[in-house]
């Protein structure tokens, strides 16, 4: 293993053999190798930025400074109980030990914020990415499209509404999910029968030539607690692309004036009206505010002031 060099990442990907009730110290050796891969790569007093909340693992045997970065609540996630019970003396150890605490949404300000000051930093978008987007991708399908953009999962994707959106808007639409879809085969089965077409997972890059020629955006989520906390990335992204958008009342969505919100009960027909619609030029200029280089400046701030705070606590008492 090498010394990271400034500019460089090294990844640490160990495999996980057995499940945590099989195993259940595999996360605490995952935390002492992981100090190991940080010692061989010359880091030997890094700050910890943690999201996956196992990071709490690496609180209990480090003293590094750390900044915890909160972008979803998994402890209102439909979760085992016992899962639950881990993610609440994680979530416990990083608010109670982190230098600084950042959240992505106005709603982490409010439940997270109540246990701790925190920092809201937003989500973002690459603004360049959408000011010369590219052709039209060839696999896209020749009808009119109602795109979805994102992971297809059960924690966030209204699988019914996908279904009902989809028959809804044949066959003068097609109802298109694009993205990694971990689902249990049936459910994959039951959305290709209701004319769904689930495109997988694309290169980062290729995402806004999708959206961009798209017809439609639409946001079919399920409004639960766990969606209620996120802030979308999608949000920006769709903004950017300047498309119509269709979205349930989530969080991101429900507030923005351009978007067309609507129930379950009349999701599909929304959907159809907005592809009724003559084709036009994105509907908006693009916001540079939304850029990711804006957050990045935020978090570099945030980071620079966890290493503050540890520097503060380690300096030396003066002597008498």
Not at 192 to 211: K, Q, W
């Amino acid at each position: 293993m090498t010394r990271v060099r400034p500019g460089q990442l090294t990844l640490f990907e160990p495999t996980k053999w057995l499940p945590r009730r099989i195993d259940p110290r595999q996360d605490s050796r995952w935390a002492r190798a992981a100090v190991r891969v940080a010692q061989q790569c010359g880091l030997d007093d890094p700050t910890l930025w943690v999201n996956d909340p196992r990071g709490a693992e690496l609180a209990n045997v480090t003293d590094w400074p750390l900044v915890h970065d909160i972008t979803d609540d998994w402890l209102v996630a439909e979760r085992p109980p016992a899962e639950l019970a881990r993610l609440a003396e994680q979530e416990r150890i990083l608010l109670h030990d982190s230098a600084v605490v950042v959240v992505c949404s106005p709603r982490l300000v409010v439940t997270k914020g109540a246990r701790r000051p925190v920092r809201l930093i937003t989500n973002g978008v690459d603004t360049a990415a959408y000011a010369d987007p590219g052709p039209r991708p060839s696999d896209l399908p020749p009808a009119r499209v109602a795109l979805y953009v994102g992971t297809v999962h059960r924690d966030r994707i209204d699988l019914d509404l996908c279904e009902a959106t989809a028959r809804a808007i044949q066959p003068q639409g097609r109802l298109v999910l694009l993205g990694p879809a971990p689902l249990p085969s049936a459910d994959g089965a039951r959305l290709l029968d209701a004319g769904v077409v689930l495109l997988g997972s694309r290169p980062h890059d290729a995402v806004p030539s999708y959206l961009t020629h798209a017809d439609v955006l639409v946001v079919p989520h399920r409004v639960t607690a766990f969606t209620d906390s996120l802030d979308p990335i999608k949000r920006y992204e769709y903004e950017a692309a300047g498309r119509p958008v269709v979205s349930t009342a989530v969080a991101g969505f429900r507030e923005w004036p351009a978007a067309t919100v609507a129930g379950a009960e009349d999701f599909p027909d929304a959907v159809r009206s907005a592809l009724a619609e003559p084709a036009g030029a994105p509907a908006t200029p693009i916001d540079h505010g939304l850029d990711w280089s804006n957050r990045v400046e935020a978090m570099q701030a945030v980071l620079d002031e966890t290493r503050a705070v540890r520097r503060r606590l380690r300096r030396p008492s003066p002597k008498p």
